[in-house]
């Protein structure tokens, strides 16, 4: 069974960083890509980040590219979201997601298994 647990969300000034944590469980890293969105409410989840298991390829979404680093530690079974530079348009709910046979920049199979999600929330 996939299970996914984030953690290191919360309250920090605009400029600052931040560093959340995804521990998976339950899959063979290389058959899936991990993912990172964020959602506030109201609005849709936005996928800002995303790691392939296979091969290490990322990608990021335009809003977050050259401040949010994503990366993994295999040994550790986690995978990571640097966040650099941060605003208050960063506050959200951040999920990191495991997709099936995802490459990050190639389609995947849409079949996701969520985090419970973890506050983000950046002041002025």
């Known amino acids: 069974e996939v299970q996914l647990v984030e953690s290191g969300g919360g309250l920090v000034q605009a400029g600052g960083s931040l560093r959340l944590s995804c521990a998976a469980s339950?899959?063979?890293?290389?058959?899936?890509?991990i993912e990172w969105f964020r959602q506030v409410p109201g609005k849709e989840r936005e996928e800002v980040a995303c790691i392939s298991g296979i091969d290490g390829v990322t990608y990021y979404a335009e809003s977050v590219e050259g401040r949010f680093t994503i990366s993994s530690e295999d040994a550790k079974n986690t995978v990571y979201l640097q966040m650099n530079s941060l605003g208050p348009e960063d506050t959200a709910v951040y999920y990191c997601a495991a997709e099936e046979g995802r490459r990050c920049i190639e389609e995947g199979t849409g079949l996701r298994t969520w985090g419970q999600g973890t506050q983000v929330t950046v002041s002025s």
């Open positions: 339950g899959f063979t890293f290389d058959d899936y890509a």
